[in-house]
């Protein structure tokens, strides 16, 4: 790795933490503004106003946001995301379980969707030009075209209401066998898959094809190699950089889309958790959980942008 590539790499990363601090002072700020009092929420109509300072001055909710704000982040750094407002419970644990779900669905959703979106963007990429491009290119831009929530609703009004196929909500401590793992993880996932595997198709295509274009591909062409081997053996090892950065920046949008399906389908993971504390105006799980998406989401970028750094030809 020459000096070039080295600082190139580290500046990403310094844009990284940087853009982390920035998100966090977002987070923080943004959650103070939801509608409401916590406080007033909490204890119920029936509070009494001394009950209702009593409980803001335990919380701290009497100071200036600044100072609270910055009690948050020293607490962050520290590894103590605060304490539940709702259920008085350790936020780090309340995460801790839903957390593994998440990944879980992630996980389920990325074995599933990777290798077919490679599979269609790669082949499509082969076959330019042909019907069969065309097919997938249309597809691919009809599926973009379809938010998450719109796939989801639909996907149960089909599988669940009028073919009772799949259950309607989705709870994962259900898994005892394989087939309750298609049933449970079926809907969620192909929801996922749609929203993250057109976007890869795109990229990979896009990477593909322009490795096609490139004077030393043509050249074994014109020396006999057929297509495949053209493709497999001097295309796709040259295009690997771009098609690694194309399915980072894919399951990125993978996080936008946990939040709508985990709420559609009742599924306990982080994204359902977040939404639930919305509603119970609980501040320090609001913002624990916004941190972790964001946090994942960041990572994801910046291996997406290492990679393309690394990958790139020129800067070796």
Not at 175 to 189: G, K
């Amino acid at each position: 790795m020459n000096n070039r590539v080295l600082s190139l790499v580290l500046s990403r990363l310094l844009i990284a933490v940087i853009t982390l601090v920035i998100v966090s002072f977002a987070v923080f700020f943004a959650t103070t503004l939801l509608p409401g009092d916590t406080a007033s929420i909490l204890l119920g109509q029936a509070a009494t106003p001394e009950a209702v300072e009593g409980l803001r001055k335990a919380m701290h909710l009497d100071e200036p946001a600044i100072f609270r704000f910055l009690r948050w982040i020293v607490g962050l750094l520290q590894g103590d995301l605060g304490i539940s407002y709702a259920n008085e419970m350790p936020v780090a644990d309340l995460i801790g379980g839903r957390f593994v779900n998440t990944l879980q669905l992630a996980g389920v959703t990325a074995l599933f969707s990777v290798p077919i979106a490679l599979t269609l963007g790669i082949t499509s990429a082969m076959l330019r030009g042909s019907p069969y491009d065309r097919i997938v290119t249309v597809l691919t831009i009809g599926v973009i075209s379809v938010p998450e929530f719109m796939i989801a609703t639909s996907a149960v009004l089909i599988f669940a209401v009028y073919l009772k196929w799949l259950p309607a909500l989705s709870f994962a401590n259900e898994v005892t066998s394989l087939t309750d793992l298609l049933r449970i993880y079926a809907m969620p996932v192909i929801t996922l898959s749609f929203v993250i595997s057109a976007q890869m198709i795109r990229m990979t295509r896009a990477a593909v094809i322009e490795t096609l274009n490139t004077p030393y591909v043509e050249m074994a062409l014109l020396k006999g190699a057929s297509r495949p081997r053209m493709v497999f053996r001097h295309a796709l090892p040259n295009a690997l950089g771009p098609i690694v950065n194309a399915v980072a920046l894919s399951l990125s949008y993978l996080l936008g889309g946990v939040i709508i399906v985990e709420t559609i389908f009742n599924y306990p993971g982080i994204a359902k958790l977040m939404v639930d504390a919305v509603s119970t105006r609980d501040l320090p799980l609001i913002q624990s959980c916004a941190m972790v998406f964001c946090l994942g989401y960041l990572l994801l970028i910046t291996t997406a942008d290492i990679i393309a750094i690394l990958s790139n030809p020129r800067l070796r």
